[in-house]
């Protein structure tokens, strides 16, 4: 077992400095500064329209949220969103090229997205908060990206990234990590609403608490962890109770939206690698049974 470890730890260390050889050669300045810094945000590239459309749609305004300690989720079946993310020219570039480049594989979606919304009681930063916010690492080969809905600033609940962490031969996948180790600038993530956030989450982040923050997470693997193989459709009863909880119109209005949406699905033409959505029924039922 201790051998298997060693060689692991030995492999991992290899496709590491093979990452860090080949951005060398990378030409492309997103996916350079991507591979280098480990983050990379593209601004204002979602149409104004359809961010509006999503807010509406779900009632996401600040005042319908109550502060808590934990975040919530709605995820999202709607099709006008979903077909315009997929069909993002741009953002369907530094994926894949991120993919190509540092796994030779094609970016899997790894979860149905969802609306993460994080409305924080400050006040009280003793309190255990069910929202992650302890330096860590993702699963393995896991890559995010966050659509903000409103702009994200220095006020903002957000995203702390440690720069170039995801190069470190040193740091695992799904872990706890003791900054004070390491010598990086830790970079917090602030963008417009309408941009787009990509994140190398095989580096160290966290989320750091602040005001009201609404975004849209889509997380990719190379296949791996996919959410039918690391949780039960039951877990999507506990995004439920979390939106039931704190969303202050009753959440009825979005059991019914989600339904709708799910009555719907196979309208959605899918790209091969999203293929996760259509496999999702149970857990989106779930959602909307316990709503
Ligand atoms: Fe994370």
Redesign the pocket.
């Known amino acids: 077992m201790v051998i298997l470890d060693f060689i692991r730890g030995e492999l991992k260390k290899i496709s590491k400095r093979r990452i860090i050889t080949r951005k060398k050669i990378i030409k492309d300045s997103k996916i350079f500064d991507l591979l280098n810094d480990g983050f990379y945000i593209s601004e204002s590239i979602i149409d104004v329209n359809i961010i509006n459309h999503l807010i509406k749609k779900y009632n996401l305004y600040e005042k319908n949220f109550k502060k808590s300690y934990t975040n919530i989720h709605i995820p999202v079946i709607d099709k006008k969103f979903l077909n315009y993310i997929q069909s993002h020219e741009k953002i369907n570039f530094i994926i894949n090229t991120f993919y190509s480049n540092v796994y030779k594989k094609a970016p899997i979606l790894q979860t149905p997205p969802s609306i993460v919304i994080t409305n924080p009681v400050i006040e009280n930063s003793n309190k255990d908060y069910k929202i992650?916010s302890k330096w860590?690492?993702?699963y393995k080969n896991e890559f995010t990206f966050h659509v903000p809905l409103i702009d994200i600033n220095t006020e903002s609940t957000k995203t702390l990234y440690l720069k170039n962490s995801q190069n470190n031969i040193n740091i695992n996948f799904q872990s706890l990590i003791n900054i004070e180790n390491y010598d990086y600038k830790v970079v917090p993530l602030i963008a417009k609403e309408g941009s787009v956030i990509f994140i190398d989450?095989s580096g160290a982040?966290?989320a750091e608490l602040g005001k009201f923050r609404i975004m849209v997470q889509f997380k990719f693997t190379t296949g791996n962890d996919l959410i039918t193989k690391i949780a039960k459709p039951k877990f999507y009863s506990l995004l439920s109770k979390n939106l039931k909880e704190n969303f202050i119109p009753d959440s009825k209005i979005i059991k019914k939206i989600t339904e709708n949406d799910l009555n719907q699905i196979q309208e959605l033409k899918l790209n091969k690698n999203w293929f996760i959505i259509s496999q999702s029924s149970e857990y989106y039922n779930q959602y909307i049974n316990n709503l």
């Open positions: 992650p860590h690492t993702d989450v982040h966290r």
